[in-house]
């Protein structure tokens, strides 16, 4: 049988492939370069093989068995040619509706792979030539969508055909200049930069805390931060290009590829298709992902250096040097190792340089794991692959490289452990073999089918590329030091480390909601550590109030209480020192005169009444329909003030609600604002209560004031008193009142006992109310103390007021608030954890969070739980227990690259010849001997 039936195998599997595509420009696409295949091998007879592997999806789009069997037949009759008439075809159905980035390389690709393969460009011209008719016959048709496409299209394959037709038989010359021959490598990085970088790169922002990290530590609070290896990589150009924010991504993404492109230039000098497969290699760059892009890209730059006829002490640090570089992608010594095979010399030392070039996160990740790893999800480039080694197989190539590729295939397909770190590996076996290859006509075609599909891939990967936009997340104005409780999108964004371990809430100090939003956490007390200071609280807020007795100008009490004015509804009752009001019907009124000659008064009244009263303000008392005609009604008892004004009454405010049955005093405290009467406070049983309700009774118009009673419900009428109101403000810092003659009382809540401590801005007088209603002098320290009551002739400022009982300070006026010892705590990060600098005047208990990754050193010595530490200044280093494992993988990498240079020394070489020889002879003698005393 023609070996070249061998491709039914691949054929098979590309057609297994049109199955995981859903696309029928796609399927139709592939079918075309299955046809394109078959003709370039000159296996004509299986051109069936595509009609057939149409008819599968022709069911519903019948269009693809019509195209399918075109390409059948042209396969069949134009033999080895076809490939340059459907290649052209196959290109514009995969990029029908793409963007113009994509078609451009498209096309570029394309007709640079037919000039290097040195085929005839007239079909791209001919393709170009169809898309027009084709244009035509849509835009006659009302079409107007699909014919601005395939114009399009036409436009290129016309401009691109007759460039192509003009190049033929052209040759560069031997003296091209570098830049010239690195240009091309420029485009595909810049459809990359154009693209935009993909939901990887969301965090990529100078705010995150991966990028405030130390990239040395393997740990930042509450989390194990493995980064080590990005060290001179990806943490290296991210940190400069994130000065942009997310838009160096970009410039990342442009680096990564455009190294990707030449690094394969170099590995694969004096090949016959040196820049075109290293083009195909570029296009195969896994820019999506972060790190296994910059280990791809890094893979053929290791076995140039490698394969470099650089001398050994220079070869192999440089070399050991990129490896460090290129391990951004942390299985890159794994990828080195199976890729040993294309290395022409010392594969074993250069194997061994990289292994401990990287030793120093090496050693950690094999003990603590490693970073996690994105998803390769790429079909076609394992079709590809199981194709090319199929077919390169039967034609002179590489064993080596075939075995790598079908096993890196297989071992991808079924998404095995670590499977991402053959992918550098399959793509670029994939090329070593197709350039193994002896037989020069199977050689172009592999070229061909390697380049068109690889690319094929890519532009599929692209067309499914969606680019993240700039994410959102809350501004938190926190510390590398602190923690955040992250329930929201994009934790990588955040400033502050998220708590990706279980810890205390004590131990988080912000926590973000599912809708963005931030806030603080109240139990928040520190991590790793809190401290809190230990001593004996001699100061103290003594609670009670302050009460205000007004200057009198009207007492009505006893013979005087009975009113003078009353209206016509209300009966009058005069007891011994009381009267009693009753109402007729509605709301009676008894009232007083009221002068008001200052812009300040106090009403106090002293009754009881099981249905309360009303005080009642205004500029008569008559009644009308149950209602004062003009004034204010303030419920006794029930909060609610009302206005009158020959109208229904009108709610203004609300005071405080007390219970009337029972003997009450309260006073009401009015003053003149604009002219208007405002109610700014008022005293219930000698609790002081500051409100403000404007009134829209005028100042003027208050001339009686006096108490209403409702029908049934009687009121016990006790004192009326007018008086001036000395303005009482209490705030933290001081108390202060104005007027002439005050009397200022405050009542503790408690008795207290003491000595008492005052001062103020004019002279006070000082007296204590004592529990049994007595008054005594506060000269010396008194027990039952219930109130102290000052004096005062004028306006005075009281900044302290406090008593002292063997020494404990309870303070009215001045109080500093508890005690708190000078306590500072500094945290800051160091390698592998944590340092609390610890200032405190007093003792100090240290809280340690129970972490058991952490281990705590407080100033040098190791402490297990809470410690109690003396005054004075200490320093508390809570440190990652794996961070001693970076040091020795650390000491056994700086080794390693001061031994590489001394051993490849042409001397020390020869001394180590002559040592493992000297052993050789040393262990063959002393086996001689023991075979001859067996012997004997």
């Known amino acids: 049988m023609d070996r070249r039936a061998l491709l039914a195998f691949p054929v098979a599997f590309e057609l297994i492939g049109l199955f995981l595509t859903h696309s029928p420009q796609y399927q139709l696409a592939l079918l075309i370069a299955v046809a394109a295949s078959i003709g370039a091998l000159k296996l004509n007879r299986y051109s069936w093989v595509v009609v057939v592997g149409s008819i599968p999806f022709g069911l519903t789009d019948h269009y693809v068995i019509l195209m399918g069997t075109a390409a059948a037949l042209s396969s069949y009759y134009m033999g080895g040619r076809s490939v340059e008439y459907l290649s052209p075809i196959s290109l514009v159905s995969a990029l029908y509706g793409q963007g113009t980035p994509l078609q451009l390389l498209g096309f570029i690709t394309l007709v640079g792979a037919l000039l290097y393969l040195k085929r005839d460009l007239r079909?791209?011209?001919?393709?170009?030539?169809?898309?027009?008719?084709?244009?035509?016959?849509?835009?006659?048709?009302?079409?107007?969508?699909?014919?601005?496409?395939?114009?399009?299209?036409?436009?290129?394959?016309?401009?691109?055909?007759?460039?192509?037709?003009?190049?033929?038989?052209?040759?560069?010359?031997?003296?091209?200049?570098?830049?010239?021959r690195?240009?091309?490598?420029?485009?595909?990085?810049?459809?990359?930069?154009?693209?935009?970088?993909?939901?990887?790169?969301?965090?990529?922002?100078?705010?995150?805390?991966?990028?405030?990290?130390?990239?040395?530590?393997?740990?930042?609070?509450?989390?194990?931060?493995?980064?080590?290896?990005?060290?001179?990589?990806?943490?290296?150009?991210?940190?400069?290009?994130?000065?942009?924010?997310?838009e160096g991504?970009?410039?990342?993404?442009?680096?990564?590829?455009?190294?990707?492109?030449?690094?394969?230039?170099?590995?694969?000098?004096?090949?016959?298709?040196?820049?075109?497969?290293?083009?195909?290699?570029?296009?195969?760059?896994?820019?999506?992902?972060?790190?296994?892009?910059?280990?791809?890209?890094?893979?053929?730059?290791?076995?140039?250096?490698?394969?470099?006829?650089?001398r050994p002490y220079l070869r192999y640090p440089a070399l050991m040097l990129a490896s460090v570089s290129g391990s951004s992608f942390f299985l890159l010594p794994a990828t080195a190792t199976i890729a040993s095979g294309w290395i022409r010399k010392e594969r074993l030392y250069v194997v061994l340089a990289v292994i401990g070039a990287n030793m120093f996160w090496i050693v950690p990740y094999a003990v603590l794991g490693g970073p996690s790893l994105g998803q390769?999800?790429?079909?076609?480039?394992?079709?590809?692959?199981?194709?090319?080694?199929?077919?390169?197989?039967?034609?002179?190539?590489?064993?080596?490289?075939?075995?790598?590729?079908?096993?890196?295939?297989?071992?991808?397909?079924?998404?095995?452990?670590?499977?991402?770190?053959?992918?550098?590996?399959?793509?670029?076996?994939?090329?070593?073999?197709?350039?193994?290859?002896?037989?020069?006509?199977?050689?172009?075609?592999?070229?061909?089918?390697?380049?068109?599909?690889?690319?094929?891939?890519?532009?599929?990967?692209?067309?499914?590329?969606?680019?993240?936009?700039?994410?959102?997340?809350?501004?938190?104005?926190g510390s590398l030091g602190g923690l955040?409780?992250?329930?929201?999108?994009?934790?990588?964004?955040?400033?502050?480390?998220?708590?990706?371990?279980?810890?205390?809430?004590?131990?988080?100090?912000?926590?973000?909601?599912?809708?963005?939003?931030?806030?603080?956490?109240?139990?928040?007390?520190?991590?790793?550590?809190?401290?809190?200071?230990?001593?004996?609280?001699t100061t103290y807020p003594a609670n009670g109030s302050w009460v205000e007795v007004p200057r009198p100008i009207a007492i009505y009490?006893?013979?005087?209480?009975?009113?003078?004015?009353?209206?016509?509804?209300?009966?009058?009752?005069?007891?011994?020192?009381?009267?009693?009001?009753?109402?007729?019907?509605?709301?009676?009124?008894?009232?007083?005169?009221?002068?008001?000659?200052?812009?300040?008064?106090?009403?106090?009244?002293?009754?009881?009444?099981?249905?309360g009263g009303y005080v009642f303000i205004g500029s008569n008392y008559t009644v009308k329909s149950g209602f004062p005609s003009i004034g204010l009604l303030i419920g006794l008892g029930k909060g609610s003030v009302f206005y009158e004004n020959d109208s229904l009454p009108r709610y203004v405010g609300t005071l405080s609600y007390f219970n009337t049955a029972y003997p009450f005093s309260v006073t009401f405290f009015l003053r003149d604002i604009n002219g208007s009467v405002q109610i700014f406070g008022e005293y219930v049983n000698d609790t002081f209560i500051p409100t403000s309700i404007e009134t829209p009774l005028t100042w003027s118009s208050a001339k009686f004031f006096g108490v209403g009673v409702e029908r049934g419900g009687p009121l016990l009428l006790r004192s009326v008193k007018v008086g001036v109101p000395f303005l009482l403000e209490v705030n933290q810092r001081n108390v202060s009142w104005t007027g002439d003659n005050a009397t200022i009382i405050f009542l503790l809540d408690k008795p207290l006992n003491g000595t008492l401590y005052l001062n103020s801005s004019s002279p006070v007088t000082a007296k204590f109310l004592l529990t049994n209603g007595s008054e005594v002098s506060p000269d010396k320290a008194v027990t039952g103390i219930q109130g102290i009551v000052l004096n005062s002739e004028g306006p005075v400022t009281l900044t302290l007021l406090k008593l002292v009982d063997q020494g404990i300070q309870f303070y009215a006026v001045g109080y500093p608030g508890p005690e708190k010892p000078r306590l500072s705590l500094n945290d800051s990060l160091t390698?592998?954890?944590?340092?609390?600098?610890?200032?405190?005047?007093?003792?100090?208990?240290?809280?340690?969070?129970?972490?058991?990754?952490?281990?705590?050193?407080?100033?040098?010595?190791?402490v297990i739980g809470n410690v109690t530490l003396p005054p004075g200044t200490h320093e508390l280093s809570a440190i990652y227990s794996g961070q001693d494992l970076a040091n020795y993988g650390a000491a056994a990498s700086i080794t390693s690259f001061i031994l590489a240079p001394i051993l490849c020394l042409s001397k020390v070489r020869r001394l180590l010849k002559v040592v493992v020889e000297a052993m050789r002879h040393t262990s063959a003698s002393f086996k001689s001997q023991e075979s001859e005393l067996d012997q004997g």
């Open 249 to 310: 991504a970009r410039v990342y993404e442009f680096i990564v590829t455009f190294l990707a492109g030449t690094s394969a230039f170099w590995a694969f000098k004096g090949w016959k298709y040196r820049t075109l497969l290293s083009l195909v290699y570029q296009v195969a760059t896994p820019f999506w992902d972060p790190s296994l892009s910059w280990g791809f890209a890094f893979l053929p730059l290791l076995i140039a250096l490698a394969n470099s006829n650089l």
């Open 557 to 611: 009490s006893g013979g005087n209480l009975t009113p003078p004015l009353r209206s016509a509804g209300l009966i009058v009752e005069t007891l011994n020192t009381t009267v009693e009001l009753s109402s007729t019907q509605g709301i009676q009124v008894a009232a007083w005169p009221l002068l008001l000659n200052q812009t300040r008064v106090s009403l106090s009244f002293s009754a009881s009444g099981l249905y």
């Open 831 to 862: 390698l592998g954890g944590e340092i609390l600098r610890v200032q405190s005047d007093a003792p100090v208990l240290v809280h340690l969070l129970n972490y058991s990754a952490l281990t705590y050193l407080m100033d040098g010595h190791k």
């Open 182 to 246: 690195l240009a091309p490598f420029l485009l595909f990085p810049a459809l990359v930069a154009y693209l935009g970088p993909s939901y990887a790169y969301y965090y990529w922002t100078p705010r995150s805390f991966y990028f405030d990290s130390d990239p040395l530590s393997l740990w930042i609070p509450a989390m194990y931060h493995p980064v080590i290896n990005e060290i001179l990589g990806t943490w290296l150009v991210s940190r400069i290009s994130i000065l942009m924010g997310l």
């Open 484 to 537: 955040t409780f992250w329930n929201y999108s994009y934790p990588l964004a955040s400033p502050v480390p998220i708590n990706s371990t279980p810890v205390p809430v004590s131990a988080i100090e912000y926590i973000v909601r599912p809708n963005g939003s931030i806030r603080n956490n109240s139990a928040f007390l520190g991590f790793p550590a809190y401290a809190s200071p230990i001593f004996n609280r």
């Open 123 to 180: 079909g791209v011209i001919a393709t170009g030539v169809l898309l027009i008719i084709a244009s035509a016959l849509d835009y006659s048709l009302g079409l107007s969508g699909p014919s601005n496409a395939m114009s399009d299209l036409a436009f290129l394959s016309l401009v691109f055909g007759v460039v192509g037709v003009a190049l033929e038989g052209k040759r560069a010359g031997k003296k091209m200049s570098t830049v010239l």
């Open 376 to 477: 390769v999800e790429l079909t076609l480039p394992l079709l590809v692959a199981l194709t090319v080694a199929v077919v390169a197989s039967t034609s002179g190539g590489d064993t080596y490289s075939t075995i790598l590729v079908v096993a890196s295939a297989v071992y991808m397909a079924f998404h095995l452990p670590f499977y991402q770190a053959l992918y550098p590996t399959l793509v670029l076996g994939l090329l070593w073999l197709v350039e193994s290859v002896s037989r020069s006509e199977i050689k172009e075609v592999l070229v061909g089918f390697a380049v068109f599909l690889v690319v094929l891939s890519a532009a599929q990967g692209i067309y499914t590329f969606t680019p993240v936009s700039e994410v959102k997340v809350p501004s938190i104005e």
